[in-house]
Structure formats: structure tokens, C-alpha cells
């Protein structure tokens, strides 16, 4: 007796189906994840698409020196001057220099101290060394930080009974259009007509900014001198003199112009804003700008009392009589 052996071949997905001749084809659907066994050809490739924002703090500060001494300097000429033709009192716009501002901070101001409160010193000269991090060499070096100053002689005005001179300072701002021309702020978008006086910081305010005494010695009480306060103040304060001034007609320019796109104003407390604001004119269009807000720093010797001419200062030893000030970005994020 002989059995005889059938092979049945099952191609691809085709089944025999018993009481009947046809096929059934397997689902065509894809499942989440492969089904492990012997067998399988299933097959699984993974890639993906992956999206980013880089968050970038952005806090620089900049000076540009005006080189401000001798002639330089507005003798018995209030700091407040400004102008917007070129020659006259604009090119002693920024006498002491230009402090420009770059940040994306939300609320930041610019303060500075003093050498010696707004007086120009004389003495015995030796750099002034800080501990510094220096990432090269992952250490601490020390490195010089401008000059200290040990029995020095303050220059003084001419007077019976010799009196400090204390330096006014008057704090102007600019708009750099076009990468070039440094032009008053607000003029170039309208928001100003005419040329409008820096604001004076308190006299007072800068004798407190000294961080060091007659004697050399590091002063035991130092108060940083806001720019933001400055330029905000209302001028009903003691020396106070408002950002624009009263004009004769009693108006005040203060209020349209904008520092990082905040309104400067009396009465603000949350300093200042992004410098990438874009500057518009009146016909909405914008101006060419570097992204900074550029303050001019103004120094001068008012006159003691009154007359507008005459040199307010005499009887000084001769020598170079100097002072320091140190400007520092804050900035909150």
C-alpha cells in the first residue's frame, strides 16, 4: 500500500479554504509596533523633527571717550547746554563721552560713581588693582581698574576762602540713525521740534558718588548715581533739573521720549527697556538704527555766583587735576 503525499504551498497570503476553492488576504493595516516573533516582516525606521528658542541674555555697555579737560570742559557754562547744529555747543555735546547701551533686559538702568564726588584731584597716583576671573587660565588675576589717589589737593574756585569745584553733569541722549549721525533724541521721529536741555543730576547726588576721600581712603558711604532717576526727575528737588526743562510756554518735551521703548517720565520705578525698539517717525516709518540707546555725558564748572563770563576757578597748585567716573549696566531678566 502506497500513501501518497500532497504538498500544499501557501503562497504569499493565500489560504485553502475547506468546502471550497478561493483565498483571503491578510489585513493591510499598520499597528503601532511591530509584532515580535519568529517569522515576522515587519519592518520599523524612527526619525524626528525637533523645534528650538535659544533664550539670549544680552547686557553690553560701551563708552566712547570725549576727552573732556582744559578748554574741553563747559567752563562757567551750565552742562545743560545742547544743540543740534553741528559746531557751536553740539560738538561739545558728550564732553566726558558717550555711553551706549545694548540689552534685551526689561528693566535696566546705567549707574556711576565718582573718584573723588565731581572734583578733579591731584595727589599721589597708583593703579587701582581688582581680583578679575579670567576664563583663559580658569583663575583669579588681578587687573587695574583705574587710579587711587592718596592726599590729594582738590581744585578749587577762586574765592577768599577756597571752595571745591565740583564738576555739574548733564546727561543728553542720542539716536545714531543711518549707522552714522548721532541726532537729539526725538527729532529724528518727530517727537521733538527743537533742541531741549540735557537734565542736570543733583549736585548733591554727586558728591555722594565719590568712593574715595581726601586721604585715599575708600569713602564709608557711596550712592550710585541713576541715570533713569535723572532723566525722570520732575525738577522740584534740590538742584533737580527736568529732562527738556520748563520752555516758556510751560511745556515739557519729557514725556515723548522714549528710552527702550518706556516713556521717560517722573514718577517711573521700573527703569528701562529693550534697546531693539524700532524708531518710527510721524508717518510711521522706520528710522535706521543700531539697536542702543546712546547717552552723552556732559562736565562743567558753573559758576559760583552770578555773571556769565570770567573764570570761576584760581589759586591751584599746578599739576593735572583729575577725575574718574565708572559707569555700570544693570540689568534685570
Avoid at 566712547?64 to 544743540?83: E, I, Y
Avoid at 592718596?150 to 565740583?166: E, F, H, M, Q, W
Wanted: with cysteine; proline share 3%.
Amino acid at each position: 500500500m502506497s500513501i501518497s503525499k500532497t504538498v500544499v504551498k501557501l503562497a504569499a497570503a493565500a489560504l485553502v479554504v475547506a468546502g471550497g476553492v478561493g483565498t483571503v488576504w491578510a489585513a493591510s493595516g499598520v499597528t503601532e509596533n511591530c509584532v515580535a516573533g519568529a517569522g515576522n516582516n515587519c519592518k520599523q525606521a524612527t526619525n524626528g523633527l525637533t523645534t528650538s528658542y535659544e533664550v539670549i541674555k544680552l547686557w553690553n555697555i560701551e563708552v566712547t571717550p570725549g576727552n573732556a579737560k582744559d578748554d574741553g570742559l563747559f567752563l562757567a557754562t551750565a552742562a545743560d547746554v545742547t544743540a543740534t547744529d553741528v559746531g557751536g555747543t553740539a560738538t561739545k555735546n558728550g564732553n566726558l563721552g558717550i555711553v551706549s547701551v545694548e540689552t534685551n533686559s526689561t528693566g535696566w538702568d546705567v549707574k556711576f560713581t565718582t573718584a573723588n564726588g565731581g572734583r578733579l584731584a591731584k595727589g599721589t597716583k597708583t593703579p587701582h588693582m581688582e581680583d578679575q576671573f579670567d576664563i583663559g587660565c580658569m583663575c583669579i588675576n588681578q587687573v587695574q581698574n583705574g587710579w587711587d589717589y592718596g592726599n590729594k589737593d582738590y581744585l578749587k574756585y577762586r574765592t577768599s576762602i577756597p571752595t571745591d569745584a565740583v564738576l555739574s553733569v548733564g546727561i543728553g541722549l542720542y539716536d545714531k540713525v543711518n549707522g552714522t549721525t548721532y541726532v537729539l533724541k526725538g527729532l529724528a521721529t518727530g517727537a521733538a521740534t527743537a533742541a531741549y536741555s540735557a537734565a542736570l543730576v543733583d549736585p548733591a547726588d554727586i558728591i555722594t558718588s565719590r568712593t574715595t576721600n581726601a586721604d585715599g581712603t575708600p569713602a564709608g558711604s557711596i550712592r550710585s548715581v541713576s541715570l533713569y532717576e535723572a532723566l525722570n526727575n520732575d525738577g522740584s528737588g534740590t538742584g533737580g533739573v527736568a529732562l527738556g526743562g520748563a520752555t516758556a510756554t510751560g511745556t515739557t518735551l519729557r514725556g515723548a521720549l522714549k528710552i527702550g521703548g518706556v516713556a521717560v517720565s517722573a514718577g517711573g520705578t521700573n527703569g528701562f527697556g529693550p534697546t531693539d525698539t524700532p524708531l518710527k517717525n510721524g508717518s510711521n516709518t522706520v528710522i535706521p538704527t543700531d539697536n542702543k540707546e546712546h547717552f552723552f555725558i556732559n562736565v562743567g564748572f558753573p559758576k559760583l555766583s552770578g555773571g556769565a563770563t570770567g573764570d570761576p576757578l584760581g589759586g591751584n597748585e599746578e599739576g593735572t587735576y583729575e577725575e574718574t567716573f565708572t559707569f555700570t549696566l544693570v540689568a534685570n531678566f
